[in-house]
């Protein structure tokens, strides 16, 4: 058997590697002068760090580079595909000059080792410090996966690399049939782990959080959320989420499209001026005018951008079980567009149904009728470029905004399990579904009025760049912002009524968690 060699074995302190709790990890390092490592105490810290940094830095001009990751870490026997250690120096590069210096190195490393723990901890459902064949075998019966207790010991035995001709390491060293927590830290030292099993297990957000908008970038799914088809749960799940949340919030969704299309300097439409009129129009039931079509394009818009995702991410290149920040938003943007450019249509129905007057369409499919017959197929994709325009403020705002509080949290409080528990959860989706919405806010209104031009009798027809130019000079930078309290109103009751759907769903769905 091939096994680590001491050196990356010894990175970490011992006193760092052995819980409080299990005295199994070995003894504590002896008590003796010399200064204290920012980790745990121990004096030898530092050294060890610069002498792995001065191996991997073969050339020796400060920076460990891919040539110098790749032979120096051949030097020590670990083998690494070249993707791998792209992915690891891309991860650890603040300055972007394509090497990692000391301080890069350490940083990167100490932050591996905090997600790979709390990958330990997950596993180790006995809480003794060791991962046996029957704790493999219950994590993945929580995800739906059943194996037998010798499947699950050839697991834990052997864990292939990521190219099927690399050679196979070995993670059990001792031949106990148990990991502990220096061997499983050792194994998967300087392996780009980015973003972990137990992290997209529970930091799931655009499947989860409905806030009317679909513009977020698609969740991660682990693989065997794939392989046991649960991912398609998790979208059944968020999908039924979504429409008793849209269903609930509709009235707010009406006004905000009212305040968009109607609201000016000269008729200043208010929150309860706005129900008001629209009770008194039509009735409590006209609240919900445009709900319908509003539910029903949550279903084949989910499936599309899924499936556009999961091609896209094979086309990029990407044969990992994640894909960076960068990665994902171009990814979740093109899958958006492809998703939003299908059922488009439905948004110009949605638009249209909301503004109808009492008795003008008897229902959906008459609306879609009047719009061809009386202006032509182009009309269902007015609109069109800003809408495809706004896919990438909302999309990477919401993004990087979730990923930022997601890995603050991570680091300051993730200590036995990346379980952030619903508040943080709730907190995280509406703080960035918010900055998402206010960012691409002006160009959401702008494309609604187009879509609602041929219902504004004498009306001009004003391309985007004219109807922003009109909207600036007439009502000022306020204008681009119309109906923003109502669509603020609805985010937190919209993710909170979402999530608590979601949850019962995915119970009923046969979905564990774990």
């Known amino acids: 058997m091939q096994q680590q060699p001491p050196l990356l074995g010894d990175v970490f302190c011992q006193c760092r590697s052995a819980d409080p709790e299990d005295s199994s990890s070995g003894p504590p390092p002896p008590a003796g002068p010399g200064p204290s490592c920012e980790l745990c105490g121990g004096p030898e810290q530092e050294h060890r760090l610069k002498v792995l940094f001065q191996i991997l830095d073969v050339n020796q001009d400060g920076g460990i580079c891919l040539s110098d990751l790749t032979i120096g870490l051949k030097k020590l026997g670990v083998h690494r595909t070249e993707h791998e250690l792209q992915k ?43 991962i046996d064949s029957q704790e493999i075998m219950q994590s993945l019966w929580d995800l739906g996966v059943k194996i037998s207790e010798e499947q699950a010991e050839k697991i834990l ?26 061997e499983w830290r050792d194994y998967h030292l300087l392996h780009p782990a980015g973003n972990i099993p137990e992290i997209i297990l529970y930091w799931k957000h655009s499947t989860i959080f409905d806030v009317g908008e679909s513009l977020t970038i698609p969740d991660e799914f682990t693989a065997e959320e794939k392989k046991t088809g649960m991912w398609w749960r998790h979208l059944v799940a968020g999908g039924g989420a979504g429409a008793v949340s849209r269903t609930c919030t509709a009235p707010l969704d009406r006004l905000k499209v009212l305040m968009q299309v109607h609201g000016s300097k000269s008729n200043s439409m208010h929150i309860s001026g706005g129900f008001t009129h629209m009770i008194r129009e039509g009735g409590v039931r006209s609240l919900w005018r445009g709900n319908g079509i509003n539910v029903i394009k949550i279903g084949p818009e989910s499936a599309i951008k899924f499936m556009a995702y999961e091609q896209i991410k094979r086309l990029i290149g990407s044969d990992q079980e994640t894909l960076g920040i960068g990665e994902r938003l171009v990814a979740g943007s093109l899958a958006g567009v492809i998703a939003q450019s299908s059922i488009y249509p439905m948004e110009v129905l949605k638009t249209r149904l909301a503004l109808r007057r009492t008795g003008q369409f008897s229902g959906i499919l008459d609306c879609a009728k ?12 007015k609109g069109y470029v800003p809408n495809m325009l706004g896919i990438i403020p ?17 680091q300051r409080y993730a200590t036995d399990s990346a379980d952030p528990g619903v508040f943080v959860l709730l907190a995280c989706g509406t703080t960035s579904s918010t900055c998402g919405q206010l960012a691409s806010y002006p160009l959401a209104l702008v494309r609604t009025r187009m879509q609602a031009q041929a219902t504004l009798e004498g009306g001009p027809q004003m ?40 949850e019962h769903l995915k119970l009923t769905l046969g979905v564990k968690s774990r």
Do not use: C
Not at 394 to 410: H, P, S
Not at 467 to 480: K, N, Q, W
């Open 394 to 410: 909302y999309a990477g705002i919401d993004l990087a905004v979730y990923e930022t509080l997601k890995n603050w949290w991570l």
């Open 463 to 502: 391309s985007m760049t004219g109807l922003f130019r009109h909207i600036v000079r007439t009502e000022g930078a306020t204008g681009l912002y119309r109906g923003l309290a109502p669509n603020f109103m609805k985010v937190i009751p919209s993710v909170s009524i979402s999530y608590v759907v979601y």
């Open 370 to 381: 009047h719009i061809l017959h009386k202006e032509g197929g182009a009309a269902f994709y």
């Open 88 to 130: 690891i120096v891309k991860a650890g590069d603040k300055d972007l000059d394509g090497q990692l210096d000391f301080e890069e190195f350490v940083h990167y490393l100490r932050d591996h080792e905090k997600k790979l723990r709390l990958v330990f901890k997950s596993l180790d459902k006995k809480n003794d410090g060791h």
């Open 157 to 182: 035995r052997r864990i292939r690399r990521g190219h099927v001709w690399a050679p196979i390491l070995y993670m059990d060293k001792n031949g106990t049939m148990t990991i502990d927590w220096n």
